[in-house]
C-alpha cells in the first residue's frame, strides 16, 4: 500500500491549520514516490485565508523500513510564501505483512529557521483489515520542541479513519484529527484542534493518483474548513 501521508504542524501552528494526513504503517519494498499536497483553511473571522504547500518525496529501504524528506512552506495575502520547515522521517514496520492488524512507528526531525525551535517525534501507527473492503487505522503521536526558544512538555496527537475500497482502485472514507496541545497547557475541548470530514482517493493514471478531502471544525479552535488537496506520483 502506498503510504500517503504528511506531519502536520504540532503546537500553535496546527490550531490554524491541518494539512496532516492519516498514515499507515505498512512500507513495500522498493517503493519510490513523490507528492505535493495543497491545504487552504478560507478567511473566518476576519483572518487571512491559511494556504500551506508540501513536498515530500519518499524511499522504501527494505521490506520494513523507509525514508521520507518532507518540505513545507505557508503562504498568506499580503505576506508572500514563507518557509516553514524541512522534516526528515523514518517508517518502520514491526508486524509481518499477512497480519490483518499492522503495527509500525514513525520517527521525525524537524528543522525550523529564524530563532523558531525543531522538534523530535515518535509516532504510532495501526491498520485494521475489517473486511475485504473496510479497513481502518489509528495513530498516537507526540513531539518536543529542541534548541532555541524550546517550550516545556509534549505535544500530543491522535488521528483515525475508516476507509472503503472502491471499483478501479479508488478509496473513500471519513477521517478524524484530534490535536490535544502541549502537556504543560492541554486546556479542554474547545482549546484543542479537534476535526472531522470525508475523504477520497483516486488513481488517474498507473503512476499518478489524486486525494482529496474535507476537515471540519468541532472546536471553538479547530478552523472552520480545511480544504486539501494531494498529487502523487509514483517511480
Do not use: C
Request: net charge negative.
Amino acid at each position: 500500500m502506498v503510504l500517503l501521508t504528511v506531519y502536520a504542524a504540532l503546537g500553535s501552528a496546527a490550531m490554524a491549520q491541518t494539512t496532516g494526513g492519516v498514515f499507515g504503517p505498512v512500507v513495500n519494498e522498493g517503493h519510490k514516490s513523490a507528492q505535493y499536497r495543497f491545504g487552504l483553511a478560507p478567511d473566518a473571522n476576519g483572518s487571512d485565508d491559511a494556504i500551506a504547500h508540501r513536498l515530500h518525496y519518499q524511499q522504501s529501504i527494505d521490506g520494513s523500513k523507509m525514508w521520507r524528506i518532507v518540505a513545507q512552506a505557508n503562504d498568506r495575502p499580503g505576506s508572500g510564501l514563507d518557509f516553514d520547515y524541512l522534516q526528515g522521517q523514518l517508517f518502520w514496520q514491526v508486524t509481518p505483512d499477512e497480519r490483518r492488524w499492522q503495527s509500525g512507528f514513525r520517527f521525525d526531525a524537524r528543522w525550523r529557521d529564524d530563532d523558531r525551535p525543531g522538534q523530535i517525534g515518535a509516532n504510532w501507527a495501526n491498520q485494521v483489515k475489517l473486511s475485504d473492503r473496510w479497513s481502518t487505522r489509528f495513530l498516537v503521536m507526540s513531539a518536543i520542541d529542541i534548541g532555541d526558544n524550546a517550550s516545556d512538555g509534549i505535544y500530543l496527537q491522535t488521528r483515525a479513519n475508516l476507509a472503503r475500497k472502491l471499483k478501479g482502485g479508488a478509496q473513500a472514507g471519513v477521517e478524524m484529527f484530534n490535536n490535544y496541545g502541549n502537556t504543560e497547557d492541554l486546556g479542554g475541548f474547545d482549546d484543542q484542534s479537534h476535526q472531522i470530514g470525508p475523504f477520497a482517493s483516486l488513481p488517474v493514471t498507473e503512476n499518478w493518483s489524486v486525494v482529496g478531502s474535507v476537515l471540519v471544525g468541532m472546536s471553538n479552535a479547530a478552523s472552520d474548513t480545511d480544504l486539501r488537496l494531494w498529487v502523487g506520483r509514483e517511480f
